[in-house]
């Protein structure tokens, strides 16, 4: 009685906790009126992203955004892939030595002048290309421009640095090689495109980070660093005009401009349906990766192929939905608890691509999650539903849109598509790709890569419960008319 | 959000508690970590201490090299050091250029490897038949048995007007070699007046022989050979007249006698069944 009394004094109480005072009536009236603007109408409010082609070759891109802050970055398209076995790992040791200070401003000075202006400098190196950007005040612009242009056409490379880094970066492999899930991919890189440059991990082997000289060094740049393979991007506070002014102030050098006929092409990379296990008992998860070729960054089936990914979902233990979850797989995983987490994913490269999933299971519901998710991609080439359709859709929508939040991202976002489309994909024409897919069109796109293809597996940890590979291969397809 | 609810009391039930995140659409949260129900020694030498090599849970990083007397010794560095071996002696033609898409190709690799795999399934399939076939068949009846089936007869030791009768699947067989008179005889019988009618050419392969199953058909007696009022057979038991065609002519027989399966081999010989 006296619990119920509590209760009931406790709901009036919760309720005002949860709620806050109510406002006022006039106020109201004014939300009401004010109104949101349309999805439509926000996509197409997003200031368009203006390019400008300088003569050497060097693409400068940006969006305007009236922001008090900016990224501005470079994004070559210079990697993993481009290096031969003898050079593998260039691309990273390139990217440590980067920040390592320039003929201008040796040791230090670099990193002190970035950090002088409050601004932040960051840099990735993948398979395909290296990034690197500054965030900083929109007013530096100017000053930011010029730092970059330093980096990349001035680096040091001194000596002492170089033996310096060799250590470091010996040390960030050894770390690298407990974190598993990278582990795999790096493993299904490896088997997947076996025998080709798509094989080497980013950050090369112990034997060439212990053999690379100042002189391999310089050579990466000299080949790779050149303006017809660079694009200048900037998102933030910034205006075009002015940043093509900086950009011709300070990146029409002579290092930038290629030697005659030293344009390095890329070499198509064979896909080979293989498996590579790397079984080791002693690890308390296993962590399997399975993919079939998938296509290139410009190919229009990307954007069904990531409906496809949408379909399928992600799912990790910390999920609070249970078995209520719209990804028909995540329920599975729950029911019969199959798995810690898994994930789909759909990386492109140029000209191929990896379309798959990921997951990290015990090592007793290791071929039970395989037969599940191999279903489930049985179960999207022939019978997927238009309502799952529809969902994954807007999921995607959802996750394109959110994706730009911050000069960073959008700055990025610049930079990559230049890259790999040769112009920026807005949202408007993302959204419209995206609306034309209908379930039809999942079920073909799927068909096309996924059915009775042959896979690339990896597998690292107690994989024994991993059926061999004939088997997987045989989950590739349905016997049926 | 958990202090809240912790403080809120009685409140508790209408506080939110939601004590776990929500993922965000790009940025995977972070897996949960794992449960251990034993304890790890801690292993002080282990090269890299850090919390997932305490725990066991980092792959054993770093240089590892082992050797021994009857184990193969090996050193493994990191996972990029591993490098997948190269194969290119067992691949397939179409595949061994590394610069070269393998979608390409793909199609006509899985349908050789598809024909294969039918073609062989067919032969399988027809070795195995024959196989269970022959096993099963062999529990059928043996040669010799079915040897007994059959009897050859040498008609040159058949003078003409004799009838001679040989023991055949249990039962009497009449061989009979006719003479002219009689073939000419039988050839003429009106068949519209037979009991049984039946042209004795009809009952021949070659007129001079006859061959009958030497067993009434009233009711199993053995007729005696040239006897009776028909220049045939003729049966004791009851008394039915047989022609030289083995037709019933008079008695209580129903139906002529039965001509089997022969077979005339060259000149000289029979083989009836």
């Known amino acids: 009685m006296a619990a119920r009394s509590v209760c009931r004094a406790g709901s009036a109480a919760g309720r005002a906790l949860l709620w806050g005072p109510r406002p006022a009536a006039a106020l109201l009236t004014l939300t009401r009126k004010r109104g949101a603007a349309t999805y439509a109408q926000t996509l197409q409010n997003i200031p368009e992203t203006q390019v400008t082609t300088l003569e050497n070759g060097l693409r400068v891109a940006s969006e305007e955004s009236n922001q008090p802050t900016c990224t501005v970055g470079l994004w070559i398209e210079a990697g993993s892939r481009y290096e031969d076995t003898k050079t593998n790992g260039a691309a990273f040791f390139m990217e440590h030595m980067a920040f390592k200070g320039t003929k201008k401003r040796p040791g230090s000075a670099f990193e002190k002048e970035v950090e002088s202006l409050g601004a932040h400098l960051n840099g990735y190196t993948s398979r395909e290309q290296t990034a690197f950007y500054i965030k900083a005040l929109s007013k530096d612009m100017p000053k930011v421009v010029e730092l970059l242009s330093d980096l990349v056409q001035n680096c040091a490379l001194e000596d002492s640095q170089i033996e310096k880094e060799r250590g470091v970066i010996l040390q960030e492999l050894k770390e690298l090689d407990s974190n598993l899930a990278d582990v795999t991919f790096d493993y299904l890189h490896a088997t997947a495109y076996q025998g080709t440059s798509l094989a080497h991990t980013v950050e090369g082997t112990t034997e060439n980070i212990k053999r690379l000289t100042r002189a391999d060094l310089a050579s990466y740049v000299d080949i790779h660093f050149k303006a017809p393979r660079m694009v200048l991007a900037a998102a933030g506070g910034i205006s075009h005009r002015e940043l093509v002014d900086a950009a011709k102030q300070h990146f029409t050098g002579a290092p930038l401009t290629h030697k005659g006929d030293s344009v390095p092409t890329l070499k198509h990379c064979r896909f080979t349906g293989s498996e590579i296990r790397a079984r080791d008992d002693a690890l308390p998860l296993a962590h399997i990766a399975l993919a079939v070729e998938g296509p290139g960054w410009a190919d229009p089936d990307n954007v069904v192929l990531n409906v496809a990914n949408a379909i399928i979902g992600r799912y990790d233990r910390t999920f609070g939905g249970g078995t209520n979850q719209s990804s028909k797989l995540a329920t599975l995983a729950v029911k019969h608890n199959l798995c810690h987490s898994f994930e789909p994913f759909n990386t492109s490269y140029s000209d191929t691509g990896l379309f798959g999933f990921h997951f990290v299971s015990d090592p007793l519901s290791v071929d039970d999650m395989m037969f599940c998710a191999q279903g489930e991609w049985m179960r999207l080439c022939t019978s997927t539903t238009e309502s799952e359709v529809t969902r994954a859709k807007n999921y995607l929508r959802n996750a394109m849109v959110a994706q730009l939040d911050g000069t960073t991202r959008v700055c990025e976002n610049i930079g990559s598509h230049l890259l790999h489309y040769g112009r920026r994909i807005p949202l408007e024409e993302w959204d419209a790709r995206i609306s034309a897919v209908d379930a039809r069109m999942v079920r073909d796109v799927c068909s096309k890569y996924i059915y009775d293809k042959c896979p690339a597996l990896a597998a690292v940890g107690p994989v024994e419960q991993l059926l061999d590979y004939n088997r997987i291969r045989s989950g590739m397809y349905w016997v049926r008319l | ?273």
């Open chain 2, 1 to 273: 959000m958990l202090s809240v609810a912790a403080r809120a009391g009685p409140f508790a039930p209408f506080v939110s508690a939601a004590a776990h995140a929500v993922p965000g659409p790009l940025r995977p949260l972070a897996p949960a970590a794992a449960h251990r129900d034993h304890k790890v020694p801690l292993d002080v030498k282990r090269p890299l201490l850090c919390r997932e090599s305490l725990s066991g849970r980092a792959a054993r990083g770093g240089l590892v090299a082992s050797a021994s007397l009857n184990a193969p010794a090996g050193v493994r560095c990191v996972h990029n050091d591993v490098t997948v071996p190269d194969f290119s002696a067992y691949r397939r033609q179409d595949v061994q250029d590394a610069s070269a898409s393998s979608q390409g190709s793909s199609n006509s690799r899985k349908g050789f490897s598809y024909l294969m795999t039918a073609a062989t399934g067919v032969a399988t399939a027809y070795v195995a038949k024959n196989v269970v076939t022959q096993f099963i068949s062999s529990l059928s009846a043996s040669a010799d048995v079915l040897a007994l089936s059959k009897i050859e007869i040498k008609l040159s030791d058949i003078p003409e007007g004799k009838n001679m009768a040989f023991k055949w699947r249990g039962k009497p067989l009449f061989v009979r070699h006719r003479t002219q008179a009689e073939i000419s005889q039988e050839a003429g019988v009106d068949v519209s007046q037979l009991r049984d009618p039946q042209h004795d050419l009809d009952r021949v392969k070659k007129p001079e022989w006859v061959i009958l199953v030497g067993v009434c058909t009233h009711l199993g007696c053995v007729p005696i050979a040239n006897a009776g009022d028909f220049g045939g057979y003729y049966c004791p038991c009851h008394g039915s007249h047989y022609d030289a065609s083995g037709r019933i002519r008079k008695g209580p027989a129903p139906l002529n006698l039965e001509v089997p399966v022969y077979q005339f081999i060259g000149d000289d010989t029979v083989v009836v069944g």
